[in-house]
């Protein structure tokens, strides 16, 4: 169709322009702010929590801090230190979106001081570098990135340790190992 030549012609992928991409409309439906923070307190209460984020992030400015973003808004580190303020258990997220490095602030209080309970960021990329797989190509098959490989880490059990566990901390070894693109 024609909104796939335009598309195909923009992502530079002429040679392969029957791609199926993203659907151009939306329901006006998605992910809000208040729920995915909402999300994160409520797991956090009482339990360690291993949250994955697979969406998209960038930066306010420039040389400015990252975010995630969410449908109409972003999440910024302030708003997730906000959310874990009552927290009892320790928060891993695992990050694959643009800018994630930029989230790893989220480990520190305001202060400096090491932030307790433990809050843990692996992300995929510093906050200087747009993430690997960032396509509107839904069948691109470069688009293996960060979080699909922590993920297969965890299917694979890899075990560094030989604990007979799979940890966040070896998922992500394993997707920093194994992850051949920028990630």
């Not at 040679?15 to 439906?29: C, E, I, M, Q, T």
Request: some cysteine; charged content about 25%.
């Amino acid at each position: 169709d024609e909104l796939s030549n335009v598309l195909g012609l923009l992502f530079d992928r002429q040679d392969n322009l029957h791609v199926k991409y993203r659907p151009a409309k939306h329901s006006g439906v998605g992910l809000k702010k208040n729920t995915v923070l909402q999300a994160l307190m409520n797991a956090t209460r009482s339990k360690d929590t291993v949250a994955v984020w697979v969406g998209h992030g960038d930066r306010i400015r420039e040389e400015g801090p990252s975010r995630i973003l969410v449908w109409g808004d972003s999440i910024r580190v302030e708003d997730l230190r906000h959310s874990q303020r009552l927290a009892e258990g320790q928060l891993a997220l695992v990050l694959g979106h643009c800018h994630s490095g930029g989230m790893a602030q989220l480990m520190f209080e305001p202060s400096g001081k090491l932030a307790a309970p433990t809050r843990c960021v692996m992300a995929a990329v510093p906050q200087e570098l747009v993430a690997a797989g960032c396509t509107a190509d839904i069948n691109d098959p470069s688009a293996k990135a960060y979080v699909s490989t922590w993920n297969e880490g965890v299917r694979r059990k890899v075990d560094y340790n030989r604990d007979g566990e799979t940890s966040a901390a070896e998922a992500h070894a394993y997707a920093t190992i194994d992850d051949a693109t920028v990630d």
